[in-house]
T-cell receptor
């Protein structure tokens, strides 16, 4: 059974801290991994990773994939209160057009 | 562009009632998806569609039906609602190309009593 696990489930940090969110997966025929940010309502796309070791970066957020150890991390540096959200990772496989989502990490950034 | 819209935003049903959730997108996307999101469970795929007139089952299809008669619309039906279907439902769509980024609607909060 395909499985995507995120850790930690929740995290509370102070503004300015750096956080690392984890996403591990066990799927058949992995193709790509995507990160989303979910604030109050709809998830919004952050990154897509397909190759190991190549960092994707957008401002204070960065992400990297390790296809040998089957995980990805999402780093957020100098956190701000606006980073408070649920962060979801999703894995796409070769079979069909489905995406398997993890349970998400709830990040709270306090001033 | 409105992006992905969902109707209704909230709904309360009694056990055994039926209803249809409507998802509409104006981005000419080929693929559309219905997910449910429950606490501690993440997003789980109910059904999806790779084009007008085609649908397929996802991880948790039981108790739901879907139709995609027009490319821009994807309907999710509950024929006989059960309390276990209390959830937040998200619709998403994406292009057929290689970006794989899904665009999500704002969600529908459904409570079945």
């Amino acid at each position: 059974e395909d499985k995507v696990v995120q850790s930690p489930l929740s995290l509370v940090v102070h503004e300015g801290d750096t956080v690392t969110l984890n996403c591990s997966y066990e799927v058949t025929n992995f193709r790509s991994l995507l990160w989303y940010k979910q604030e109050k309502k709809a998830p919004t796309f952050l990154f897509m990773l397909t190759s190991s070791g190549i960092e994707k970066k957008s401002g204070r957020l960065s992400s990297i994939l390790d296809k040998k150890e089957l995980f990805s991390i999402l780093n957020i540096t100098a956190t701000q209160t606006g980073d408070s959200a649920i962060y979801l990772c999703a894995v796409r496989t070769n079979t069909g057009n489905q995406f398997y989502f993890g349970t998400g990490t709830s990040l709270t950034v306090i001033p | 562009n409105a992006g992905v819209t969902q109707t209704p935003k909230f709904r309360v049903l009694k056990t055994g009632q039926s209803m249809t959730l409507l998802c509409a997108q104006d981005m000419n996307h080929e693929y559309m998806y219905w997910y449910r999101q429950d606490p501690g469970m993440g997003l789980r795929l109910i059904h999806y569609s790779v084009g007008e007139g085609t649908t397929a089952k996802g991880e948790v299809p039981d108790g739901y039906n879907v139709s995609r008669l027009k490319k821009q619309n994807f309907l999710l039906g509950l024929e006989s609602a059960a309390p276990s279907q209390t959830s937040v439902y998200f619709c998403a769509s994406r292009y057929m190309g290689h970006s794989y980024e899904q665009y999500f609607g704002p969600g529908t909060r459904l409570t079945v009593t």
